[in-house]
């Protein structure tokens, strides 16, 4: 087991040699990454710790800076639809604040009870609602952060609309604090719709499932998530139930809005795939459909249901104890919508063991691969990065064993001439490489 340190009540994986710092302000923490430029301290940004195993693994000793004092909610004008929270606030508490004036933050958060806003934002993970509602660094309008020599810096602007100069917030979103320490952020929410639903179809046909998809981007439906999803972890899903041949995964059509407007798209959705022949067709309202939203929400860190997670509860085992026990790498790939049903069906002719959750309306794919009878680094290389680059798109490691010899560089898929350009940006704002290194992929540390 790694060692762990705590950081407020969960227990979180941790590197050795870190010495943990817990700045409680902005000046503070300016002041602590000031001292870590002059002494050459690596620095290493800890938010829930949801999400330590992302990216390339920590390299040297440093400190631990933990933002969980940074958790204040700086400015709140609900009727503008915006809110100004500081980095360490967890999303489940963002969550219940904005629902207690009927709205959220439209973005899907695996384990939100510990994951921080500053975290979630620092990797731009999202999940099956980008299709509707845009990326999670799409939703950042403003952010302060403290760069790598200390020095404190606020991009963008408080208001839903605003286009002026470069954008920085998208800049440090997906950076996974690696340019600098996200402090405090302005972000875009969402009503709370009335009510949710899930169309689920049952899939025998690759060539069907395109036309299928084509129709539901077309725009007389406005889905809020399109989701695909094959393998053995929803072979036997508790809820869509058990995935024999012919079937070759599942479709799954998230709504949401006023009840009258998630009843037509169910019937107007229904109507045409009896048109188009899929047979077996099933819908949940809630609770089942908030249960079928955690279950992809989660999916990039938990390849599988086991009894506790069936019933809403929290997992039994960790992610990172699965990866070593269970001997899987996790990717994601980006590509054209278009182009995401043929790149689903030659990552399950890999391996048997292959799992698939594709978020087909944006053209994202997160895959479970074995690693059984392959080595990790050959799989990365020959097999997952080829099949996406061919395809035109861009892919990454999420999560590996521990044990796998991978350097930071064998984690994305890029092209070598954005090189030049990636390792300026990290000299600008990270001129000594203290921040989080050996998680950046560019060959500057």
Known sequence: MPPTYSLGTPTIPSFPDWERRTPAGLEELAELVRQAASSRTPVYPIGGGTSLMYGGRPRGAGWAVSLQQL???VDYPARDLTITVEAGLPVADLQALLAQ???RWAVDVPQPDRATVGGLVACNLSGPRRFAYGSVGESVLAATAVDGQGMIF???ARVVK??????LCRLLAGSVGTL???AQLTLRVQPLPETTAFVVARLEDWDRTERVLAWLMQGRVLPTALELAAGPAWAADPLLGPLR???KGWLLVGLEGSAKQVAWQLAEIQSAWRQEGLREVQTFGPPQAELLWRRLTEFP???GWDDAEANGLPPSRPVSSRLQEERFLVAQASLLPGRVVGLVSRWLKMDAGVSVLAHAGHGSLIGYFPLSAMDGRRCIRELIFPSVEDQGGYAQVLLAPTDVPFAPTDLWSRSPAADPLMQ???RQFDPYGILNPGRWGFGVQ
């Open 162 to 167: 605003n286009a002026a100069g470069y954008n």
């Open 154 to 156: 606020s991009a963008g």
């Open 245 to 247: 041949p012919p079937a």
């Open 101 to 103: 004036q009927g709205q």
């Open 180 to 182: 600098a320490v996200l």
């Open 424 to 426: 300026a940006l990290k």
């Open 71 to 73: 958790c204040r909610v």
């Open 301 to 303: 860190v938990l390849p």
